[in-house]
């Protein structure tokens, strides 16, 4: 169903307790009218997980500038993020930085 194809660590990004924050990106099937859908995990101070949000984006220019705004602030802030997409990690130019560290 999906294959992850890359994976990076930012380390030092956060204050948390954690080592490390996480995005995760995944190869998936085409669907009509996505972008990708993301799935962002926040961790409390002993590093279980708190919190899950899930955020579909459309495949516009406006949801282009949004996932990757959105990305952004989540890793900084602490966040881990896995992607899901039909498209290629290196057509998003803050998700392929990360990705790459």
Request: net charge negative; hydrophobic share 40%.
């Amino acid at each position: 169903m999906a294959l992850l194809i890359k994976a990076g660590h930012i380390e030092g990004a956060v204050s948390r307790s954690m080592d490390f924050t996480t995005i995760t990106y995944y190869s998936v099937s085409k669907s009509a009218d996505t972008l990708a859908v993301v799935r962002y995990t926040a961790y409390d101070d002993v590093g279980s997980p708190i919190a899950v949000c899930e955020d579909h984006y459309g495949d516009t220019p406006e949801e282009f500038c949004r996932i990757e705004n959105d990305i952004e602030t989540a890793l900084v802030g602490g966040i881990d993020v896995s992607v899901m997409s039909h498209y290629e990690s290196e057509i998003f130019p803050v998700i392929s930085d990360y990705l790459n560290l």
